[in-house]
């Protein structure tokens, strides 16, 4: 059985970075395509970034030259380092691979 954890969320400044983790057991993820998405309060969830198997990556229109994902697959994990964060960045962030979501973790910024 998959299972997705995040983690790093938390409270920031404006301006300030944040990087989240996902960890994913029960299956190897070296080959798989893994995302970050997010979900603003009375908001639909959205994309936020991907990373192919083979290393490729897109960006929300909204993340692009703040946000970069990564993977390390000998430790299943992916990153989510958001830089110059935004009031509008504040949501839940969950990571989803191999058809499986986490629980989500929150990230507020705020003054």
């Known amino acids: 059985q998959v299972h997705v954890v995040e983690s790093g969320g938390g409270l920031v400044q404006p301006g300030r970075s944040l990087r989240l983790s996902c960890a994913v057991s029960g299956t190897s993820i070296s080959t798989e395509a893994m995302g970050w998405y997010r979900q603003a309060p009375g908001k639909q969830r959205e994309p936020v970034a991907t990373?192919?198997?083979?290393?490729?990556?897109s960006y929300a229109d909204s993340v692009k030259g703040r946000f970069t994902i990564s993977r390390d697959n000998a430790k299943s994990m992916v990153y989510l380092q958001m830089n110059s964060l935004k009031p509008e960045d504040t949501a839940v962030y969950y990571c989803?691979?191999?058809?499986?979501w986490g629980q989500g973790t929150r990230v507020t910024v705020s003054s």
């Open positions: 989803y691979g191999h058809g499986s």
């Open positions: 990373i192919g198997g083979g290393g490729s990556t």
